[in-house]
């Protein structure tokens, strides 16, 4: 499913990367704790994370993830919303919590 | 091809970046895109490992037709206890660092799974030496 519909129908906020929506999502991923990511993740993922320094975009950007998505409200830092229009990874957002958002993500793409 | 990074000790505004440049050189090179995800991790965790425990380190990368080997030299406080520091889930990081998502106790066990030589020397008060040896084939 492209980013764009997810992003649609669960009603996320698209805090950068409007021009990289059409990219296709594989799946997802779920963790606050970056090795656990770094180690497990894979490529065309979505990342669910309450994160929001500019390391998510190190690591999802080297495990070719397809976008990150912070839970309960958070936003992205300045420096992570840069980091993201250069590595052309969309940062999303969402008031749920995150079990709640991945139950609907997983209905999505499972 | 050979290529030399410096990481400063504390400064996670750069961690990652010798990791990503090294994946786009190996990108450029044709190295197969499995091989690339396993240098990625084990690099990146050995990164992030000078910047959150050592005062400051130097990434050694040399590539060679058959693979990659990677040495990364840092001043710092050393490892007391090799064993306990490979067990999953056991680390010495800062509240700061954990904070952050680091500090998990993954970071020398993913290298480990994803190289294909991997060694430890490190001397308590002086630093740490890793080794990383993954092959492209």
Not at chain 1, 79 to 100: C, M, N, R, Y
Not at chain 2, 6 to 14: A, H, L, N, R
Not at chain 2, 47 to 73: F, P, Q, S, T
């Amino acid at each position: 499913m492209k980013l764009a519909e997810i992003a649609e129908k669960l009603d996320l906020t698209v805090f950068s990367g409007e021009n990289n929506l059409d990219k296709e999502v594989t799946g997802g991923y779920a963790s606050d704790l970056l090795s656990d990511v770094m180690g497990h993740a894979k490529e065309g993922q979505i990342w669910v994370t309450l994160q929001t320094h500019k390391n998510t975009m190190g690591v999802a950007s080297l495990k070719d993830l397809s976008a990150v998505v912070l839970v309960k409200g958070f936003a992205p830092e300045a420096d992570t919303l840069k980091l993201s229009e250069i590595e052309g990874i969309p940062v999303l957002g969402s008031d749920k919590e995150a079990f709640e958002l991945c139950g609907e993500l997983y209905k999505l793409l499972g | 091809m050979q290529f030399e990074y410096k990481v400063e000790g504390g400064d996670f505004t750069m961690a990652g970046v010798a990791s990503s440049q090294v994946k786009k050189t190996l990108k450029q090179l044709g190295v197969d895109s499995s091989v690339i995800k396993r240098v990625v991790v084990a690099l990146y965790e050995a990164e992030v490992n000078i910047v959150a425990h050592a005062y400051r380190g130097v990434i050694y990368v040399d590539i060679e037709g058959d693979g990659i080997k990677l040495k990364l030299v840092d001043e710092g406080p050393g490892i007391p206890d090799v064993p306990l520091a490979m067990t999953k889930g056991f680390s010495t990081a800062s509240p700061s660092v954990r904070e952050m998502g680091f500090g998990a106790g993954m970071g020398l066990p993913n290298i480990s799974e994803n190289a294909d030589f991997f060694s430890i020397e490190t001397q308590v008060g002086q630093g740490t030496t890793l080794q990383i040896e993954i092959n492209f084939t």
